[in-house]
């Protein structure tokens, strides 16, 4: 059945009105038309801001307005969140890209298909801080959830270590210190072959490319060999649990009545994916061992 969803404003401003259409119907007549867009309506991209008291200066990107209510639903206290509408988003407006030049990490949560690999290189080059982030099982972040995926454990494993600990102190994070923060494994991990792109254009404002890195940067730590995952094993309880993330050097750290993980950063996105198939096994013995 139809259903109106309201905007960040509320209800009484209609900004767009845009209906999906039924499969049957595009099986009939162009089935490459999934949606269709009411004349005169805003395709302003959907802007939903953090709830936390203090900005946490994250942002997650996805491409449909679905998606986005959905995740601020349920982790608008850790992110904003921000839909596309589209895997090859070319222009935004003024005020969407100052708040993303301002954002202290950008999680890009495009479609985990060619389109959404292909349409990466552009967030990539216009924004510093941007991270490709796609789900770990799915397409999309609703069909993450449907298969069982914990979105908040998704959304606080993708922020720096860095930014986690000034979240947490009620800081506000040191822009500078994140500069050139973002991790490019899970580039290597697409399927399509980049080429150069332009950067994302503004409306009455040209965005700024990738600054230069800083003269002097410490060195990270390697990332851990394609693998380590093969070491997680069922836990025999609660206390064992913890063990076993000790031994790939991860640990969980509680978190208000929940907890969160560290040290699995870097992690080869296979390994990555196999540590959440790992947590909803195991994840009942880490909430007790922390709680007790």
């Not at 942002?59 to 992110?79: K, N």
Request: aromatic share 6%.
């Amino acid at each position: 059945m139809p259903q109106i969803v309201p905007g960040p404003d509320g209800a009484d401003l209609v900004e767009r009105v845009r209906i999906r259409r039924l499969d049957v119907d595009r099986q009939e007549f162009r089935p490459e038309h999934k949606y269709h867009v009411v004349e005169g309506s805003s395709m302003d991209l959907l802007w939903l801001p953090c709830t936390a008291q203090n900005d946490t200066g994250v942002v997650v990107v996805q491409e449909t307005e679905m998606d986005s209510y959905m995740l601020h639903a349920v982790a608008g206290d850790l992110t904003s969140c921000l839909a596309s509408m589209t895997s090859n988003i070319r222009n935004m407006s003024t005020a969407v890209f100052e708040r993303l030049k301002n954002a202290s990490c950008i999680l890009v949560a495009l479609d985990c298909d060619k389109a959404g690999a292909e349409g990466w290189p552009r967030w990539r080059a216009t924004f510093p801080r941007a991270k490709r982030w796609p789900v770990p099982m799915g397409k999309d972040a609703g069909e993450a959830f449907g298969a069982g995926l914990d979105l908040r454990l998704w959304v606080q494993a993708g922020i720096p270590e860095g930014l986690q600990l000034a979240m947490l102190a009620g800081q506000a994070p040191d822009m500078t210190s994140q500069e050139g923060a973002h991790e490019n494994k899970a580039d290597q991990d697409a399927p399509c072959v980049e080429q150069p792109v332009p950067p994302i254009e503004v409306a009455e404002l040209q965005p700024e490319v990738a600054a230069e890195p800083p003269a002097q940067k410490k060195r990270r730590p390697s990332p851990p060999e394609p693998g380590i995952s093969k070491h997680l094993s069922t836990a025999a309880g609660p206390l064992d649990s913890l063990a076993i993330l000790r031994r790939v050097g991860v640990e969980a750290v509680p978190d208000g009545d929940d907890y969160r993980l560290t040290g699995h950063e870097r992690w080869p996105l296979d390994d990555y994916c196999a540590l959440f198939a790992w947590m909803r096994r195991n994840g009942q013995w880490i909430k007790m061992a922390l709680n007790s």
